[in-house]
């Protein structure tokens, strides 16, 4: 694994001699709850810095199931530069459709403003540039969800050992799956369901697992004897005690020291198997487990705040048209007015579109909870976005009469702001199954569980932070992790530097979604021309604050 994606091209040769006592928490049986984007990331940014114990667990059953249905996502710039850094660039530049500009237009079809992240970003493809020799500045992305989760869950399981790779394997070919999902073949190079995958013998963390089927039930801590010895090497003073008593000499310089306690995180899953890790990451998304066990106030004093909002998603066909339009405008490589994601403000509703890079178009709309009619299900949503739009764009009702019943999303929106407190736990925090247990011991505090990505916080959809935030909490642990070898530390430095950047970010977007939300055309006309006479440095002040942000500027070992 090239550590130059990191930006820190001696760290991996260097580290050992320069901060030895590193070594231990980089042997740390580390667990990660949930496979998603959030998870994976973290993953891959832990196994490059030099973890090597690193096990990922996910309730789905194989990975059909856990790809899922197609939907339309897109990243902002901020996240597509996490996933360069971690030596991703070429392959989401190839699977995504790139974005120069985000435009808003109002019902009339009249350009209100145009942003361009890419400028904002103010930063280039390091992977892409090095294997094309080309400088391709990074900006938002707009995805297929199977294709980049596919592409992180495949680079991580070529990364495992071939035994670990035959448990997926068994998953993979199970007989619950009915029909073969065609998008796992359509990742870059030769699938995720190919040989080189299943039998790569590729091992750089030796430990690491990728483990399906593991529904988390249970979290609680285990009080364990501490004792760095191997098993082999305590019955080798086992042996040398009792030879020195046979020959009448003194034993007690054989006898091994099990004084010192631990109290471990202790994972128990709907399969019966129990997990014993030194540090468990909760990435399993906005109904976290792992959050609502051992975060979550009292009943009564939720941390959620309702959107007012109904967010869907749908994702159609091209047209043979708009295939032709979509590949000559490829041709042209990066720089044509049309790769842009193009929003139509209304009063209290909005329209967005773009193309996907594999032959779709996405879509999203919200619409306010006074224009709600109460519609529950696809058929009645599908109705209720055609009334809503019809006097609109005739491609906005076209889109949606082209999108299918099961191709479709739907959500209220709400978001969640963590506050200090709420990233982590301890062990010591954490209930054992026999409270008195831990009286008189001498137990270290080198144990905790830690959230991110959804777990953490929940984003609503506007201003598409809600994966690149994630990809920041993965990147921003796994640098605290290797920055400081004591624990409780590592786990404060990550909390500091998290929740001032997702308290600006989420009331940016909180913002964002109140534009679109407004019930008097009055008001939304004052919004419009508001909009239109922003001026350009306000803008992308919002901009570089946005997708500007650098990681690595608080960490002068990088």
């Known amino acids: 694994i090239n550590a130059e994606y990191m930006g820190i091209p001696f760290h991996a040769q260097l580290c050992q001699l320069v901060r030895p006592m590193f070594v231990p928490i980089k042997k740390a049986k580390i667990g990660i709850v949930g496979a998603g984007v959030s998870g ?33 996502r897109i990243v902002a710039a901020n996240g597509i530069k996490i996933l360069d850094r971690l030596g991703f660039g070429s392959q989401i530049y190839r699977e995504g459709w790139y974005l ?31 294997e094309n020799n080309t400088a391709v500045p990074i900006s938002h992305m707009a995805f297929n969800s199977q294709r980049l989760h596919a592409i992180l869950l495949s680079s991580f399981m070529k990364a495992l050992p071939a035994d670990s790779n035959a448990k997926v394997s068994q998953s993979l070919h199970s007989s619950d799956v009915k029909r073969p999902n065609p998008l796992l ?47 082999k090497q305590k019955q080798a003073m086992v042996d040398k005690a009792k030879r020195a008593k046979a020959e009448g000499l003194d034993e007690s310089r054989y006898k091994i020291d099990d004084d010192t306690h631990e109290r471990k995180v202790v994972l128990l899953f709907d399969n019966g198997i129990e997990h014993e890790l030194d540090i468990c990451i909760g990435a399993d998304g906005a ?29 159609c066909a091209e047209t043979s048209a708009e295939k032709t339009d979509r590949l000559e405008e490829k041709a042209n490589h990066l720089f044509f007015p049309s790769r842009e994601i193009f929003e139509i403000w209304g009063t209290g509703v909005r329209f967005a579109y773009t193309f996907l890079n594999d032959g779709k178009i996405m879509w999203y709309a919200t619409v306010a909870e006074h224009k709600w009619n109460g519609a529950n299900d696809p058929k009645s949503i599908l109705e209720l976005l055609k009334g809503l739009f019809q006097s609109w764009k005739p491609h906005v009702n076209e889109l949606i009469c082209r999108t299918a ?67 920041e909490d993965g990147l921003t642990l796994a640098l605290c992790l290797d920055s400081d070898d004591n624990l409780p530390t ?58 500007q942000y650098d990681i690595t500027q608080h960490f002068p070992h990088v």
């Open 40 to 72: 994976l990331v973290t993953a891959h940014a832990l196994r490059i810095l030099g973890f090597e114990n690193i096990r990922v667990y996910d309730r789905a059953a194989n990975v059909a199931q856990l790809l899922g249905k197609p939907r339309g």
């Open 185 to 231: 073949h359509s990742v870059p190079g030769s699938g995720i369901i190919s040989s080189e995958i299943l039998n790569s013998s590729s091992a750089p963390t030796k430990n690491s697992q990728m483990l399906f089927a593991h529904d988390l039930k249970n979290i609680s801590s285990r009080i364990v004897r501490k004792n760095n010895m191997t098993n």
């Open 405 to 471: 019943e099961v191709d479709i999303e739907v959500q209220r929106v709400k978001d969640m702001i963590p506050h200090a407190g709420s990233f982590f736990r301890l062990s010591h925090t954490i209930p054992l199954p026999s409270p008195n247990s831990s009286e008189s011991l001498e137990l270290s505090n080198q144990h905790g569980v830690v959230l991110v990505g959804d777990a953490l916080h929940i984003m609503l959809p506007d201003l598409h932070q809600s994966l690149a935030m994630g990809c």
């Open 287 to 315: 109904d976290s487990f792992v959050r609502q066990t051992l975060f979550d106030p009292p009943q009564g004093s939720s941390r959620f705040r309702d959107g007012g909002t109904y967010w869907i998603t749908g994702i």
């Open 100 to 130: 120069n500009r985000v435009c808003v237009a109002n019902t009339l079809g009249h350009t209100l403003s145009c942003s361009n992240p890419r400028l904002a970003s103010k930063s280039y493809f390091k992977s892409f540039l090095a």
């Open 490 to 547: 590592a786990l404060k430095r990550f909390e500091d530097l998290r929740v001032g950047r997702i308290g600006e970010i989420s009331e940016q977007v909180w913002e964002e979604n109140k534009l679109t939300s407004y019930k008097s055309r009055m008001f939304s006309a004052v919004r419009d021309y508001a909009t239109s006479m922003m001026p350009s440095a306000v803008e992308g002040d919002r901009e570089s604050r946005l997708y």
